[in-house]
Nanobody, 125 residues
Framework: QVQLVESGGGLVQLGGSLRLSCAASGRTLSRYIMGWFRQAPGKEREFVTAISRSGNTYYAESVKGRLTISRDNAKNTVYLQMNSLKPEDTAIYYC???????????????????WGLGTQVTVSS
């Protein structure tokens, strides 16, 4: 089991930027597929992006070109750079780790084993 702690959320204006961080402890992050999910009020938790063990990245169509996932294995940290933010990006953002899947990351939340507690991102118009 890996422990995950998100940080970097907050309030930002339309078109602004934020960088979320996901710090891991207890295990080496390089062993995991890492993903970001988000959940808005009244909605299901949805896939945002994921990065494979080899560094390949995958994105939901709604965020492609605006959000970028990266990983720094030396720091045991995953990042989500968020640019050109829109009000519909408002949600709690969760970092997740998948130990069991190999190859292309899953876009389904049930395939991820460990989760952080989330960080709130609010985009005002």
């Amino acid at each position: 089991q890996v422990q995950l702690v998100e940080s970097g959320g907050g309030l930002v204006q339309l078109g602004g930027s934020l960088r979320l961080s996901c710090a891991a402890s207890g295990r080496t992050l390089s062993r995991y597929i890492m993903g970001w999910f988000r959940q808005a009020p009244g909605k299901e938790r949805e896939f945002v992006t994921a990065i494979s063990r080899s560094g390949n990245t995958y994105y939901a169509e709604s965020v492609k070109g605006r959000l970028t996932i990266s990983r720094d294995n030396a720091k045991n940290t995953v990042y989500l750079q968020m640019n050109s933010l829109k009000p519909e990006d408002t949600a709690i953002y969760y970092c997740a780790a998948d130990y069991g899947t190999y190859g292309v990351p899953s876009r389904h939340k049930d395939d991820y084993n460990d989760w952080g507690l989330g960080t709130q991102v609010t985009v005002s118009s």
